[in-house]
């Protein structure tokens, strides 16, 4: 069983940079979890978004490998999760050309 939040959205202050560092942005996080075959108890989701929303929140963000990272790791901490997928969105980057977003994504398997 495959459990997904997509498109949680929090506004915070992630990047490297001068302006980044002084100024929220938006920030879009999709998560998803396999369940481990022996797992009988339910996955509240509350859950899922709480430690999202904790390595969202986390001040302050120097890059976007760093939450997804955070997220999958607290994610397969969770009993009964066997795998989580992670994708980091940051949809305004300073690029010389047109970009919808710079987008990290990380998986982790319960080992």
Known sequence: MVISLVGMRFHVRVGILPHERDHAQPLEIDL???RSA???DVLDYRA???LTADCAH???LDYLEEIASAIA???VALHGVAH???AVRKPHVMLDGPLD???IVVERTRG
């Open 38 to 40: 022996d797992a009988t």
């Open 58 to 60: 986390r001040d302050p």
């Open 32 to 34: 998803s979890v396999t």
């Open 101 to 103: 977003y710079a987008e």
């Open 84 to 86: 989580a997928r992670v």
């Open 73 to 75: 790791d607290a994610a």
């Open 48 to 50: 899922l978004y709480a």
